[in-house]
């Protein structure tokens, strides 16, 4: 028999079975009225979630679609952007800005490390900062990133700056009120919190933000053109081909965020990530970043373990799918989401697998420690904050 599986990757996440009977069903047409209802509903239950009235754009694609949208349809030639760098997605907001040769300042940080509104502000208030970049979550090391504070900060110095923000791990799992915040471009993507394979990407646009984006007639963009995607908007008809199942299945998956509430939604994770730390330190183990986002937990392999021998021995023999580190940290750390569907009951399977993994792999780990931590977290937790 084939072991069951449980995924807790950050990205993709676990699709709720409500959101799977969606993708079984037959292929339909997308110039269609049933098509046009679902895209209404989307966004309208998008701007609930992301707690907007700012028009939601929503494109088939990857979350590097909205990345790449926010950016190239916003600054403008003569004009710079400023971008936050501290892992492996502020690199790729770094390379987007380089292969369109836009003008940038990047304030670079160690991995794991997060920027403060000091040292973002310092970099915004040249003039010719057009625009902001950063994270609410650095997914490659599990950083959360002020996004309300430097928001504030930016503002201060430089109030004509667009301030843009890559929610792509972080949205629904993490709060982040756009309107609150002030945040002007507000990127997501379907395949971790809100609970979908991947192929959707999200893009929240504030007035400002449009104010920019017409005046910027030259953006070299044409399948990522916010204009071009505006214009569709009051008939709910994308420009391009949209993958009409996955916005019909996306859709299905809002409604269960809305019917949780987004406030519990958010308690939720903040309550699983309490119980993960929980295990991690019970367990002798180091968390990597300074400010851990509630969406994942990312952890020091210890001194000589290669942690890609304890993912595959988790993934192989017991059936949980853990994450590795990227790039230069890969075989250095975990990452453990609990982001999207994901419940009590499906983090103690990933702490259990990493336990058994670990041992396994020749750390002298105490089966149960970790467990019995996060257990003791999870009995405290209020029942309506846990699927």
Not at 59 to 70: D, K, N
Not at 87 to 116: A, F, H, M, N
Not at 123 to 129: E, I, L, N, S, Y
Not at 332 to 359: P, Q
Request: glycine share 10%; hydrophobic share 40%.
């Amino acid at each position: 028999m084939a072991l069951k599986e449980i995924l807790l990757t950050p990205g993709p996440s676990q699709v709720p079975h409500r959101v799977r009977a969606k993708l079984m069903e037959q292929a339909w047409y997308h110039r269609s009225t049933r098509f046009r209802e679902i895209y209404a509903q989307v966004r309208q239950r998008l701007q609930q979630v992301f707690e907007t009235k700012n028009d939601v754009l929503v494109f088939t694609g990857s979350g590097t679609v909205a990345m790449e949208a926010a950016i190239i349809n916003v600054v403008s030639p003569g004009r710079k952007a400023v971008v936050v760098s501290a892992g492996k997605w502020g690199e790729r907001l770094v390379q987007i800005c380089e292969q369109y040769k836009l003008g940038l300042d990047v304030l670079k940080l160690d991995y794991g490390r997060s920027p403060t509104p000091e040292q973002v502000a310092e970099r915004a208030k040249d003039p010719a900062v057009q625009a902001v970049y950063l994270h609410l979550c650095e997914t490659s090391t599990g950083a959360k990133y002020d996004i309300e504070n430097i928001g504030k900060a930016v503002r201060k110095v430089n109030p004509e700056a667009l301030y843009g923000v890559d929610g792509i791990s972080g949205a629904i799992g993490m709060a982040c009120p756009v309107d609150a915040w002030g945040v002007d471009l507000f990127m997501a993507g379907s395949q971790k919190g809100l609970m979908m394979p991947p192929g959707l990407s999200m893009l929240s646009v504030s007035p400002r933000a449009w104010k920019v984006v017409e005046q910027n007639k030259g953006a070299p963009t044409y399948y990522s053109s916010l204009l071009r995607a505006r214009k569709g908007l009051p008939e709910n008809d994308p420009p391009f081909t949209p993958a009409n199942t996955l916005f019909d299945a996306q859709n299905e998956a809002l409604a269960m965020l809305v019917e949780e509430g987004i406030h519990n939604v958010h308690k939720r994770h903040a309550v699983l990530a309490q119980a993960t730390r929980a295990a991690v330190k019970a367990l002798g183990l180091e968390l990597f970043p300074d400010s851990p986002a509630e969406v994942l937990t990312v952890v020091k392999s210890p001194d000589g373990l290669d942690s890609s021998a304890v993912i595959k021995t988790a993934r192989d023999r017991y059936g949980v799918t853990l994450a590795n580190g990227q790039g230069e940290m890969k075989g250095k750390m975990f990452r453990i989401a609990h982001m999207g569907y994901c419940s009590g009951m499906d983090t103690l399977s990933g702490i259990a697998a990493l336990e058994l993994g670990l041992k396994a792999n020749g750390y002298g780990v105490k089966l149960g420690a970790g467990l019995a931590a996060a257990q003791d977290v999870l009995a405290q937790a209020p029942k309506e904050v846990l699927l």
